[in-house]
């Protein structure tokens, strides 16, 4: 698994085990929502300085990106499709 893929199947691990949507980790990480989606799809990559925001967002250490999974592990399941209701 390269370093992308790695750091791609981490965010995704992380996020849906947090249940944060990619539009809230954007916010609070204050990127764009499209550029979540493209790093967990292997389709850019971050820099140091933006998996930092991303891990601080996340309340994780910034080691928990370069974690490798066990052998043969499934990958991460994604969160449930569409808007949550606003909580009142």
Avoid: C, H
């Avoid at 249940?19 to 809230?24: A, N």
């Avoid at 954007?26 to 493209?38: K, Q």
């Avoid at 928990?64 to 990958?75: L, Q, Y």
Wanted: charged share 35%.
């Amino acid at each position: 698994m390269n370093g992308r893929a790695l750091v791609a199947w981490n965010l995704r691990r992380l996020r849906s085990a947090r249940d944060v949507s990619q539009e809230r980790l954007a916010g609070e990480a204050e990127v764009d929502r499209t550029y979540v989606s493209m790093l967990e799809r292997e389709e850019a990559s971050a820099t140091v300085d933006m998996l930092d925001r991303l891990a601080q967002a996340l309340k994780v250490e910034l080691t928990e990106f370069f974690i490798r999974p066990p052998e043969g592990a499934a990958p991460p399941e994604p969160l449930r499709a569409g808007r949550r209701p606003k909580s009142r």
